[in-house]
């Protein structure tokens, strides 16, 4: 088990994640009503603000001066939490370490002794439970009964990317709150808030689907340099796939892979279809809007080269299926152009 003090990513807002208005709203209401729940689920997908909402609740809890749903960010308890040394939140991840002969069954049933301990007259404590849905079948059912019986003044915050993995009896203990995709606008506001110019972070709202973690990842290395790659094929008149796949070969070595299997070409190249596929859609989607047919040809192409970049992730033959892949991309998109510049032309 591992347990720490949550440290914000460079500047976090005092106030609640953008993009989750009706969730924050409902969460001060129930706080203004006196309902603070022991338990809460925070399901949906990753990158969307679940920990920025978990530290936000805290804050809110905790100060005496909010206002809706903005907590003050002076007073004590607001700044110990912006300084990620709020003695008061915990963070707990159970994962097996190097040199533990702890088990993770033992390590929960700590963790909940500690709780227990925590829990004092006058003071609420928080814990922060990440991912639970990794977590194994013996693991939830140890932490049921935390839950079943929690301790006086603790609060958890459960989180979880695919809540269907996780207990019905560990959900039902909680009260759940389903988090969507951030809107394009909202996230683009989250990445000028952290330092990108507006149009890089158009540019990374268009290709993350509402996730802030993905955007953060495609503004790195080696993902630049693809996407600059990616806007040199758009620029050429007749790009040649099998030279394409020769060269996506060579900036694929860069990429981790899927599944984090370094030192193997399939993962790595499916990274890099999966990659360029968001591309695909983001850079096509603004010329397929002037034609019907155009538009028409967009869903087509991105249904097959969805079914290339599968077909890619499992075959024994990897570098027959990028050249596939690219075949459809640039023939697709060479289609698209033409709508596109029929109806301009009109």
Same mark, same amino acid.
């Given at each position: 088990m591992r347990r720490w003090r949550t440290l914000p990513e460079g500047t976090e807002a005092v106030g609640p994640p953008l993009g989750h208005g009706p969730l924050t709203a409902l969460f001060a209401a129930g706080l203004d009503a006196g309902r603070l729940a022991s338990a809460y689920l925070l399901a949906g997908p990753p990158g969307v603000g679940k920990r920025h909402f978990a530290r936000w609740a805290v804050r809110l809890t905790q100060c005496a001066a909010r206002k809706g749903t903005e907590p003050c960010g002076t007073c004590n308890p607001c700044r110990a939490s912006l300084s990620g040394n709020d003695p008061c939140f915990v963070e707990v991840a159970f994962r097996e370490e190097k040199g533990?002969?702890?088990?993770?069954?033992?390590?929960?049933?700590?963790?909940?002794?500690?709780?227990?301990?925590?829990? @004092? &007259?006058?003071? +609420?404590?928080?814990?922060?439970? &990440?991912?639970?849905?990794?977590?194994?079948?013996?693991?939830?059912?140890?932490?049921?009964? $935390?839950?079943?019986?929690?301790?006086?003044?603790? $609060?958890? /915050?459960l989180t979880a990317d695919?809540?269907?993995?996780?207990?019905? $009896?560990?959900?039902?203990?909680?009260?759940?709150?389903?988090?969507? &995709?951030?809107?394009?606008?909202?996230?683009?506001?989250?990445?000028?808030?952290?330092?990108?110019?507006? +149009?890089?972070?158009?540019?990374?709202?268009?290709?993350? @689907?509402?996730?802030?973690?993905?955007?953060?990842?495609?503004a790195t290395e080696p993902y630049r340099r693809l996407l600059a790659w990616f806007r040199e094929l758009d620029a050429q008149p007749a790009p040649d796939f099998l030279v394409a796949a020769d060269e996506a070969t060579v900036l694929a070595e860069d990429l981790e892979g899927e599944e984090g299997a370094a030192g193997q070409d399939r993962p790595k190249l499916a990274e890099l279809a999966a990659l360029h596929l968001r591309?695909? /859609?983001?850079?096509?989607?603004?010329? @397929?809007?002037?034609?019907?047919? @155009?538009?028409?040809?967009?869903?087509l192409a991105s249904e097959e080269l969805l079914g290339a970049r599968e077909a890619l992730a499992g075959s024994g033959h990897p570098m027959l299926c990028l050249e596939q892949y690219f075949r459809v991309a640039f023939e697709r998109r060479a289609q698209i152009l033409r709508f596109s510049h029929t109806a301009l032309n009109v």
């Amino acid at each position: 088990m591992r347990r720490w003090r949550t440290l914000p990513e460079g500047t976090e807002a005092v106030g609640p994640p953008l993009g989750h208005g009706p969730l924050t709203a409902l969460f001060a209401a129930g706080l203004d009503a006196g309902r603070l729940a022991s338990a809460y689920l925070l399901a949906g997908p990753p990158g969307v603000g679940k920990r920025h909402f978990a530290r936000w609740a805290v804050r809110l809890t905790q100060c005496a001066a909010r206002k809706g749903t903005e907590p003050c960010g002076t007073c004590n308890p607001c700044r110990a939490s912006l300084s990620g040394n709020d003695p008061c939140f915990v963070e707990v991840a159970f994962r097996e370490e190097k040199g533990e002969h702890e088990s993770m069954v033992e390590a929960a049933r700590r963790f909940a002794a500690e709780a227990l301990r925590a829990a @004092a &007259p006058g003071r +609420r404590c928080f814990y922060l439970l &990440p991912n639970i849905q990794d977590y194994s079948l013996a693991l939830q059912n140890s932490l049921l009964k $935390t839950l079943e019986e929690p301790p006086a003044g603790v $609060t958890f /915050f459960l989180t979880a990317d695919r809540p269907e993995q996780v207990l019905e $009896t560990i959900v039902s203990r909680c009260q759940e709150f389903q988090f969507l &995709p951030l809107a394009h606008a909202d996230l683009i506001r989250v990445l000028e808030a952290r330092g990108f110019p507006s +149009r890089q972070a158009g540019e990374l709202a268009l290709l993350s @689907a509402g996730r802030v973690d993905l955007a953060l990842k495609f503004a790195t290395e080696p993902y630049r340099r693809l996407l600059a790659w990616f806007r040199e094929l758009d620029a050429q008149p007749a790009p040649d796939f099998l030279v394409a796949a020769d060269e996506a070969t060579v900036l694929a070595e860069d990429l981790e892979g899927e599944e984090g299997a370094a030192g193997q070409d399939r993962p790595k190249l499916a990274e890099l279809a999966a990659l360029h596929l968001r591309h695909f /859609f983001a850079s096509s989607l603004e010329l @397929a809007r002037e034609h019907y047919l @155009a538009f028409h040809i967009l869903n087509l192409a991105s249904e097959e080269l969805l079914g290339a970049r599968e077909a890619l992730a499992g075959s024994g033959h990897p570098m027959l299926c990028l050249e596939q892949y690219f075949r459809v991309a640039f023939e697709r998109r060479a289609q698209i152009l033409r709508f596109s510049h029929t109806a301009l032309n009109v």
